[in-house]
């Protein structure tokens, strides 16, 4: 078995490779271009295919930070993800897939690297780790390997066609009033007010992300429509956006929390989602406390996942 970097002559292997193996995340050539090779950290030296004779194996795609900053996802920049990891079904799950992560290893120790996640790197992660049933073989043969499981996420899907806001959540944004809390659709006069509410109370990544849309505002791309924002004494407390069918992310300041504000900024959102024609809604990534406020709109959990950590 020969395991070599990442070369363009291998584009459609991987591409096959990959829907075989991982088939609830299969990408487009379109997709592996825009979140793999042209993410600003893409390495091909961190993307290993392994080779038996002239079949693709399997591959790993690895990734640590060289043109981008992570912020706080990589504070002390020791940290490297494993995004996606696959290995052809004919073959020997534990040992092409050890071979692989043995050498990815050692190449991120070799960087200074302490430890890895998999896999939530922020700018271009596909799933925020492990599929628990879907890939279970994968993820038992990390936890083998010395992975362990940090924590659990959730997608979760709804249908929407029929929303409507419950009185109960109209009556409790009616309360929010009278306390001086609004919820309404973004405005482009709150440019610079929303970016610094983000950039003051939301994650990194978060704030790369809402700086995208609204350039994208700017170009005529995105609708100021898609976000919703919570003001409080003239200044933004809170938001949610949607992109599609894809609701999220939201979030309120921590001042704030525990008055119902989230539920009643889901509730909008969901509702402006339905107005804009969409028949359901989905969310890629949640936790188990969470999810309690999406059950209440009819959201139910699709897949879990372990998010996994290694020290090197």
Not at 137 to 159: F, N, T, V
Not at 273 to 281: I, L, N, Q, V, W
Request: with cysteine; charged share 25%; proline share 5%.
């Amino acid at each position: 078995m020969n395991i070599s970097s990442y070369s363009e002559i291998d584009r459609r292997a991987v591409l096959d490779l990959w829907a075989r193996v991982l088939p609830l995340d299969a990408v487009t050539e379109d997709v592996f271009e825009t979140r793999v090779l042209l993410d600003e950290n893409f390495d091909p030296s961190t993307f290993l295919l392994a080779h038996d004779g002239t079949r693709l194996a399997g591959f790993v795609l690895g990734i640590c930070p060289r043109r981008l900053s992570m912020g706080d996802a990589d504070p002390d920049g020791t940290r490297a993800w494993v995004t996606a990891l696959g290995v052809d079904p004919s073959g020997v799950l534990p040992e092409i897939a050890g071979a692989l992560l043995d050498r990815l290893e050692g190449h991120f120790r070799s960087l200074g690297k302490c430890e890895i996640l998999f896999s939530t790197y922020p700018p271009g992660y596909f799933t925020p780790g492990i599929d628990r049933d879907a890939y279970r073989p994968l993820l038992d043969l990390l936890l083998s390997r010395g992975y362990a499981e940090i924590k659990q996420a959730l997608s979760m899907d709804a249908p929407i066609v029929l929303f409507q806001v419950p009185e109960s959540v109209i009556a409790l944004e009616a309360r929010l009033h009278t306390e001086g809390i609004s919820v309404r659709p973004y405005r482009r006069t709150d440019l610079v007010a929303f970016l610094g509410f983000l950039e003051r109370t939301m994650p990194t990544d978060w704030v790369r992300v809402e700086r995208a849309n609204l350039r994208n505002i700017s170009a005529g791309t995105f609708s100021p429509e898609y976000i919703t924002v919570v003001t409080h004494a003239g200044g933004i407390i809170g938001y949610c956006q949607f992109e599609g069918s894809h609701f999220g992310p939201f979030g309120v300041s921590d001042a704030f929390q525990g008055r119902g504000i989230g539920t009643v900024l889901l509730a909008r959102t969901l509702e402006r989602m339905r107005h804009h024609g969409y028949h359901d809604a989905w969310v890629m990534w949640t936790d188990d406390k969470a999810a309690k406020v999406y059950r209440k709109f009819g959201f139910k959990e699709t897949r879990r996942f372990s998010i996994l950590r290694k020290e090197l």
